[in-house]
């Protein structure tokens, strides 16, 4: 098995609508919320370049693409799948380093952020250089925060008047030259992570 990762383009949009059925089902599974994506939008970005697909020959293992907010002023990579029998093989690693990676050549100047509930990704993230943070240094685009409006756990993010929620915030700034975050503590932080979204889950029962 060779899975080819690459830059998507118009020729990968007949894949567009199993994409969809894909993100709908992770977000199921997981039960929060990834905003409700189109055919037409996911077709869109693989068209204009901003998405990254995994390719098993001719079948769908994984994509990730790029979403732009705040005037271009913030990029979120967002939508990672990869579809059940490829997971556990690095793949997720590798497509979000390369959605990464375009990012950063296409949008030099663009602070790159996420917010997720998922420890892999935030170990992911904190490899690339990402940081912590709050809410409040993310976009305050209110196109980005009403796409949470799907997500199960959308009353926590109101009640808390967006500043927290069940998501992590995570951001990496450009203008710190790639320097990435000291994770020399790693352990810890990411059990402190788990332990307030623990703590949340409780509150919110």
């Known amino acids: 098995m060779k899975i080819k990762i690459t830059v998507a383009g118009h020729q990968h949009t007949p894949f567009a609508g199993e994409i969809c059925d894909l993100l709908a089902r992770s977000a199921k599974e997981r039960?929060?919320?990834i905003a409700k994506r189109t055919i037409d939008y996911i077709a869109k970005k693989m068209e204009e370049s901003n998405a990254v697909i995994a390719l098993?020959?001719?079948?769908?293992?994984?994509?990730?693409?790029?979403e732009i907010w705040g005037g271009g002023k913030f990029l979120a990579n967002?939508?990672?799948i990869v579809k059940d029998r490829y997971r556990d093989q690095g793949l997720g690693k590798k497509i979000k380093n390369k959605i990464?990676?375009?990012?950063?050549?296409?949008y030099p100047e663009a602070k790159i952020f996420g917010i997720t509930t998922s420890m892999a990704v935030m170990k992911i993230n904190s490899e690339l250089g990402y940081k912590p943070v709050?809410?409040?240094?993310?976009?305050d685009d209110e196109s980005f925060w009403?796409?949470?409006q799907?997500?199960?756990?959308?009353?926590?993010?109101?009640r808390n008047q967006k500043k927290m929620c069940l998501c992590t915030g995570m951001l990496y700034n450009p203008k710190?030259?790639?320097?990435?975050?000291?994770?020399?503590?790693?352990g810890k932080i990411l059990k402190r992570l788990k332990n307030i979204k623990q703590s949340m889950f409780l509150k919110k029962k």
Not at 100 to 106: A, E, G, I, N
Not at 179 to 186: D, P, R, T, V
């Open 31 to 33: 039960g929060t919320g």
């Open 56 to 66: 098993d020959g001719n079948e769908v293992a994984g994509f990730c693409y790029i």
């Open 78 to 80: 967002s939508g990672l």
């Open 100 to 106: 990464f990676q375009l990012s950063r050549k296409k």
């Open 134 to 139: 709050t809410f409040s240094t993310l976009t």
């Open 146 to 148: 009403n796409g949470c």
């Open 150 to 158: 799907s997500c199960q756990n959308y009353d926590i993010l109101q």
């Open 176 to 186: 710190k030259n790639g320097q990435k975050f000291n994770f020399g503590n790693k």
